[in-house]
Nanobody, 126 residues
């Protein structure tokens, strides 16, 4: 069983930055991990993923619309996942969720992930 706890959300002005963190408890060996977000009235959407290659190597993937502004990283030794968000826009306002899936492959669908955090709110003011 894996438990995920997000932190780092908050209110930021447009153009600003935030760094989200996700602390995982339980074994995440050979798990892919990712970030999703859900804006009010919209479906949950894929943001970024960090797949598993080895205990020290992983591959990063991003939603096309977010490339260049967001950066995902994971620290397997600390069992953490992070999302650095720069040049934030009001349309980035959403609840951001950390997710983990058994097997290290790159996946972008909500149903393809097995464990979820409770989410952290990010609000970007104009």
């Amino acid at each position: 069983q894996v438990q995920l706890v997000e932190s780092g959300g908050g209110l930021v002005q447009a153009g600003g930055s935030l760094r989200l963190s996700c602390a995982a408890s339980g074994r995440t060996f050979n798990y892919a991990m990712g970030w999703f977000r859900q804006a009010p009235g919209k479906e949950r959407e894929f943001v970024a993923a960090a797949t598993w290659i080895t205990t020290t190597a992983y591959q990063r993937y991003y939603a096309d619309s977010l490339k260049g502004r967001f950066a995902i990283s994971r620290d397997n030794a600390k069992n953490t996942l992070s999302l650095q968000m720069n040049s934030l826009k009001p349309e980035d306002t959403a609840v951001y969720y950390c997710a983990a899936r058994k097997g290290g492959q790159y996946k972008t669908k909500e149903y393809e992930y097995d464990y979820w955090g409770q989410g952290t709110q990010v609000t970007v003011s104009s």
